[in-house]
Protein backbone atom coordinates (compact mmCIF):
# COMPACT_ATOMS: atom_id res chain seq x y z
CA UNK A 1 0.00 0.00 0.00
CA UNK A 2 1.10 3.20 -0.69
CA UNK A 3 3.12 5.22 2.64
CA UNK A 4 0.76 8.25 2.03
CA UNK A 5 -2.79 7.05 1.26
CA UNK A 6 -1.74 4.11 4.51
CA UNK A 7 -0.75 7.48 6.82
CA UNK A 8 -3.82 9.25 5.93
CA UNK A 9 -5.83 5.58 6.62
CA UNK A 10 -4.31 5.67 9.95
CA UNK A 11 -4.45 9.41 10.67
CA UNK A 12 -8.52 9.08 10.10
CA UNK A 13 -8.46 5.94 12.15
CA UNK A 14 -6.24 7.25 15.33
CA UNK A 15 -8.15 10.59 15.85
CA UNK A 16 -11.68 8.33 15.11
CA UNK A 17 -10.79 6.79 18.08
CA UNK A 18 -9.45 9.76 19.78
CA UNK A 19 -12.65 12.17 18.69
CA UNK A 20 -15.45 10.37 19.73
CA UNK A 21 -14.06 6.97 22.16
CA UNK A 22 -11.91 9.14 23.99
CA UNK A 23 -13.09 12.13 23.60
CA UNK A 24 -16.52 10.65 25.44
CA UNK A 25 -14.90 8.97 28.29
CA UNK A 26 -15.33 11.02 31.61
CA UNK A 27 -12.31 12.45 33.56
CA UNK A 28 -11.80 10.54 36.54
CA UNK A 29 -12.17 12.72 38.92
CA UNK A 30 -10.61 15.98 36.37
CA UNK A 31 -7.50 14.36 36.58
CA UNK A 32 -7.13 11.62 34.15
CA UNK A 33 -7.47 12.26 30.46
CA UNK A 34 -6.55 10.10 28.17
CA UNK A 35 -4.51 11.34 24.66
CA UNK A 36 -3.75 9.52 21.96
CA UNK A 37 -3.77 11.33 19.23
CA UNK A 38 -0.43 12.23 19.04
CA UNK A 39 0.62 8.60 18.28
CA UNK A 40 0.50 9.04 15.09
CA UNK A 41 3.42 11.81 14.86
CA UNK A 42 5.82 8.76 17.30
CA UNK A 43 5.04 6.40 14.35
CA UNK A 44 5.53 8.17 11.43
CA UNK A 45 8.93 7.04 9.20
CA UNK A 46 11.98 7.91 10.12
CA UNK A 47 13.07 8.91 6.52
CA UNK A 48 10.42 11.64 6.79
CA UNK A 49 11.87 15.16 6.73
CA UNK A 50 11.84 17.58 9.36
CA UNK A 51 9.88 20.09 7.67
CA UNK A 52 6.76 17.47 6.32
CA UNK A 53 7.58 16.02 10.15
CA UNK A 54 6.61 20.03 11.54
CA UNK A 55 4.09 20.51 9.11
CA UNK A 56 2.31 16.58 9.71
CA UNK A 57 2.51 17.95 13.71
CA UNK A 58 1.30 21.13 12.96
CA UNK A 59 -2.10 19.54 11.03
CA UNK A 60 -2.72 16.91 13.63
CA UNK A 61 -2.55 19.79 16.43
CA UNK A 62 -4.30 22.01 14.69
CA UNK A 63 -7.10 19.32 13.76
CA UNK A 64 -7.16 18.48 17.12
CA UNK A 65 -7.53 21.69 18.64
CA UNK A 66 -10.71 22.15 16.44
CA UNK A 67 -12.62 19.63 17.71
CA UNK A 68 -11.10 20.27 21.97
CA UNK A 69 -12.31 23.80 21.14
CA UNK A 70 -8.36 24.79 22.82
CA UNK A 71 -6.64 27.42 21.34
CA UNK A 72 -3.43 25.94 20.00
CA UNK A 73 -2.84 23.68 23.40
CA UNK A 74 -2.77 20.36 20.93
CA UNK A 75 -0.59 21.99 18.15
CA UNK A 76 2.18 23.10 20.36
CA UNK A 77 2.59 19.69 21.86
CA UNK A 78 2.52 17.86 18.96
CA UNK A 79 5.36 20.44 17.02
CA UNK A 80 6.82 20.61 20.29
CA UNK A 81 7.20 16.54 19.99
CA UNK A 82 7.54 16.64 16.33
CA UNK A 83 10.98 18.86 16.87
CA UNK A 84 12.57 16.57 19.26
CA UNK A 85 11.81 13.62 17.69
CA UNK A 86 14.70 12.77 14.92
CA UNK A 87 17.17 13.81 17.52
CA UNK A 88 16.11 11.93 20.28
CA UNK A 89 15.81 8.70 17.60
CA UNK A 90 19.42 9.56 16.53
CA UNK A 91 20.48 9.40 19.98
CA UNK A 92 18.79 6.15 20.80
CA UNK A 93 19.45 4.24 17.30
CA UNK A 94 22.81 6.16 15.74
CA UNK A 95 22.34 4.82 12.52
CA UNK A 96 22.29 6.76 9.47
CA UNK A 97 18.42 7.78 8.07
CA UNK A 98 19.38 6.49 5.06
CA UNK A 99 19.59 2.86 6.16
CA UNK A 100 15.56 2.91 7.68
CA UNK A 101 14.12 3.68 4.70
CA UNK A 102 10.28 3.84 4.80
CA UNK A 103 10.37 1.68 8.21
CA UNK A 104 8.51 3.28 11.11
CA UNK A 105 9.49 3.29 14.53
CA UNK A 106 8.34 -0.06 16.41
CA UNK A 107 9.90 -2.92 18.74
CA UNK A 108 10.30 -4.82 15.23
CA UNK A 109 12.81 -2.40 13.89
CA UNK A 110 14.04 -0.28 16.61
CA UNK A 111 14.22 -3.15 19.36
CA UNK A 112 12.03 -3.44 22.51
CA UNK A 113 14.14 -1.25 25.13
CA UNK A 114 14.58 1.72 22.64
CA UNK A 115 11.35 1.70 21.61
CA UNK A 116 10.00 1.66 24.79
CA UNK A 117 12.58 4.02 26.14
CA UNK A 118 11.40 6.40 22.67
CA UNK A 119 7.29 5.74 23.48
CA UNK A 120 7.74 6.94 27.16
CA UNK A 121 9.89 9.99 26.57
CA UNK A 122 7.79 11.41 24.10
CA UNK A 123 4.94 10.76 25.75
CA UNK A 124 5.92 12.66 28.90
CA UNK A 125 7.49 15.51 26.88
CA UNK A 126 4.15 16.14 25.03
CA UNK A 127 1.72 15.79 28.54
CA UNK A 128 4.37 17.62 30.39
CA UNK A 129 4.02 20.51 28.02
CA UNK A 130 0.00 20.38 27.02
CA UNK A 131 -0.53 19.79 30.85
CA UNK A 132 1.47 22.88 32.11
CA UNK A 133 -0.01 24.93 29.14
CA UNK A 134 -3.54 24.07 30.19
CA UNK A 135 -2.83 24.86 33.89
CA UNK A 136 -0.38 27.91 33.40
CA UNK A 137 1.06 27.58 36.76
CA UNK A 138 3.19 26.05 39.29
CA UNK A 139 0.04 26.05 42.25
CA UNK A 140 -0.04 22.54 43.39
CA UNK A 141 3.13 20.68 42.61
CA UNK A 142 1.64 17.71 43.57
CA UNK A 143 -1.78 18.22 41.68
CA UNK A 144 0.66 18.45 38.19
CA UNK A 145 3.11 15.71 39.20
CA UNK A 146 -0.40 13.28 39.56
CA UNK A 147 -1.95 14.75 36.60
CA UNK A 148 0.91 14.25 34.87
CA UNK A 149 1.82 11.20 35.68
CA UNK A 150 -1.73 9.76 35.90
CA UNK A 151 -2.58 10.75 32.35
CA UNK A 152 0.76 9.26 30.91
CA UNK A 153 0.50 5.99 32.22
CA UNK A 154 -3.25 5.75 30.76
CA UNK A 155 -1.71 7.02 27.46
CA UNK A 156 1.04 4.84 27.36
CA UNK A 157 -1.34 1.68 28.07
CA UNK A 158 -3.52 3.16 25.04
CA UNK A 159 -0.04 3.23 22.98
CA UNK A 160 0.90 0.03 24.13
CA UNK A 161 -2.74 -1.82 23.29
CA UNK A 162 -3.11 -0.70 20.08
CA UNK A 163 1.15 -1.25 18.91
CA UNK A 164 0.02 -5.06 20.51
CA UNK A 165 -3.29 -5.10 18.36
CA UNK A 166 -2.05 -3.54 15.12
CA UNK A 167 0.83 -5.80 14.52
CA UNK A 168 2.68 -3.31 11.93
CA UNK A 169 4.17 -5.22 9.28
CA UNK A 170 7.99 -3.87 9.60
CA UNK A 171 11.59 -5.34 9.04
CA UNK A 172 13.02 -6.68 12.54
CA UNK A 173 16.40 -5.18 13.69
Not at 90 to 108: I, V
Request: charged fraction near 10%.
Amino acid sequence: MNLVIKNIIRFILIMAVQLFVLNNVPPLHQFIVPYFYFVFILWLPFKITRTALLFVAFAVGYFTDMFYKTPGLHLAACVLIAYVRPPFIQLLLPKEATEWGNEEPSRKTMGQVPYMTYIVAMTLLHHFYLILMEWLQFGSFFYFSGKLIATTVVSLLLIMIADLLLNRNTRTR
